[in-house]
């Protein structure tokens, strides 16, 4: 009962159960320190409730409690120092004083507490035998449940044994939990709700949600049309190929994939609205959200998921951002300890792409480093970054050490080919740059005096003695156009003039020899042919590897003819 951080060497009733009667001394004592508990007390009420103001107003929650705890000592202070000197006025003595003040604090009733000098049975005094019963009876209490408890243990245990195959051996103890287990169901079959994931598939996808990014860019979100998991799996930087029925033919173009594999409930493309761009204007004015799409895929090798190197660099322009994008999110998402740098060029500010969502990845992630810059300012944004293309200086305080880092670059032909000069002159190794390019490639112009061709194999030779007929024979309409050269597909027998500004595969399309294709830009590799004599021109060959190219392989999509060629089609 002493006051908090002041305790009396002796409490005060622990005194009077000590004292053997009420002699004068002992009863002036007991008064003395009854008003001395009484004045301790009203004093520590008083500064306790100034305290509760001062803290009230401060709106200090903590020391309006602390406060409040102070007066509840303060108040029991005052009230055991009160019940001494009733007790004294009323003639008990001072054990009776203690025990009346005892049962008090505990609220029993008179009968329940015995008057001084009441002895029970045994000599016990009934202060004591009532203590004893309570415990006793918890005591008790306590037993009744832990024998319950243990009764229902073991029933459980019973159950489960005998629910387990009679045939098999009791296991030791440490591995009794392993066969008490019950066995799992088995697995259900598979529907059409919970596809396998695949590699590569084939199928549609529902358009569950389109997202404008900027005014010529929207995000396409494509489900499992039974809501399942998409039904394949891919690395980030690949891309889907989409097709649809466009006047009475078939039109197809590659997408990269923009979300990460570490979200499989759905894929995201971005796509640019190209007015030149068949497939990109289908799915920007025709396409809503509801709509299944046509598509195959993943393909390309244009892929990072944190192996092979401690840090990497993602060089974008304009739409180039999507295969940076799905990297950035896959890393991000997972966590990757190494950094992560990203120079981004667009025309406005209008046109970045995925600037909130950067911003946000920057603040929660300290290594994602991101280094943007425009072209130009668009009326009613703010913009405090760099203006201008991507030059040196940009790369070298963008990128600390470039020259020791992996590098993937993708965005349209002329900006990658300038990227490739700045960073061959900071002694980027070729080996460490990976690219993809997207938009239509040009084509190079054929030299005034062509290269020397190998002979063709003899069924191509005959093929090619009928070339000039052949080609007298075509239709107007199917002629390509003005032509230096002639393609002739030997498994479909036909041929037909390649001018210089068309591919082999456009010139296949106008007199319908079917070769498969995709991107059309040279990095899906879905077109690839085997040039049987000639030479061709590639602008782009990302697609092809060193096997690809010393077999005589070819992209269809960007090889235009030096001199008269045959091809495997």
């Not at 092809?544 to 008269?564: F, M, Y």
């Amino acid at each position: 009962m002493g006051c908090m951080q002041r305790p009396p060497v002796k409490q005060l009733y622990p005194q009077l159960m000590e004292l053997p009667a009420m002699t004068p001394e002992a009863r002036a004592k007991i008064e003395h320190d009854a008003q001395a508990r009484i004045a301790a007390g009203t004093a520590a009420l008083a500064q306790a409730q100034n305290d509760y103001h001062h803290a009230m107003i401060a709106n200090d929650t903590a020391a309006m409690a602390t406060a409040m705890a102070r007066q509840r000592t303060a108040l029991g202070e005052m009230e055991s120092g009160t019940a001494a000197l009733r007790a004294l006025a009323e003639g008990q003595p001072p054990r009776q004083i203690a025990l009346t003040w005892f049962r008090d604090q505990m609220n029993l009733s008179p009968a329940a507490m015995p008057v001084e000098g009441a002895v029970g049975p045994l000599g016990i005094s009934w202060l004591h035998l009532v203590s004893m019963a309570v415990v006793a009876a918890f005591a008790l209490t306590m037993a009744a449940g832990a024998i319950a408890r243990h009764r229902r243990s073991v029933a459980l245990v019973n159950q489960l044994t005998r629910a387990a195959p009679a045939t098999k051996a009791m296991p030791p103890i440490a591995e009794v939990p392993r066969v008490m287990a019950p066995a799992p169901p088995p697995e259900p079959p598979r529907s059409s709700a919970a596809p396998v994931r695949t590699k590569t598939w084939t199928g549609k996808l529902r358009v569950a949600a389109i997202v404008r990014e900027t005014p010529h860019v929207k995000t396409f979100r494509l489900v499992e049309p039974t809501a399942g998991p998409i039904p394949f799996t891919f690395m980030p930087g690949q891309f889907l190929t989409f097709s649809t029925e466009a006047d009475g033919r078939t039109i197809r173009r590659s997408y990269t994939i923009a979300s990460p594999p570490t979200r499989n409930s759905y894929v995201e493309i971005t796509v640019k609205r190209e007015d030149e761009g068949e497939f990109s204007r289908f799915l920007h004015d025709k396409v809503s959200v509801g709509d299944t799409l046509r598509v195959s895929g993943p393909s390309g090798l244009f892929t990072f998921d944190g192996g092979g190197a401690d840090s990497i660099v993602l060089i974008a322009g304009g739409v180039g951002i999507t295969p940076m994008m799905c990297v950035i999110r896959h890393l991000t998402d997972q966590s990757w300890p190494g950094e992560i740098f990203l120079v981004f060029a667009m025309r406005s500010t209008e046109e970045f792409i995925f600037r909130e969502e950067l911003e946000y990845l920057q603040r929660r992630h300290p290594r994602l480093h991101v280094a943007a810059t425009i072209g130009a300012r668009s009326e009613g944004t703010s913009w405090m970054g760099l203006e201008g293309p991507i030059v040196k200086d940009t790369l070298v305080h963008a990128v600390p050490e470039i020259e020791k880092r992996r590098i993937h670059l993708c965005g349209p032909p002329p900006m990658m080919e300038a990227i490739r000069g700045l960073l061959k002159e900071l002694g980027v190794p070729q080996d460490q740059i990976k690219t993809e390019a997207f938009g239509p490639a040009t084509g190079l112009v054929p030299p005034s005096r062509p290269s020397p061709i190998p002979s063709p194999p003899a069924p191509v030779a005959r093929l090619l003695e009928k070339v000039n007929t052949d080609a007298a024979d075509l239709p107007p309409s199917a002629a390509p156009g003005p032509a230096t050269a002639i393609v002739s597909f030997a498994r479909s027998e036909k041929s037909a003039p390649m001018p210089p500004d068309k591919s082999v595969l456009e010139v296949a399309e106008s007199i319908g020899v079917p070769i498969d294709y995709s991107c059309r830009v040279g990095t899906c590799g879905i077109c690839k042919t085997k040039l049987l004599s000639g030479q061709v021109t590639m602008e782009v060959q990302d697609a092809l590897t060193d096997q690809d190219k010393a077999a005589g392989i070819i992209l269809a999509c960007q090889a235009h003819a030096l001199r008269d060629i045959a091809v495997d089609a």
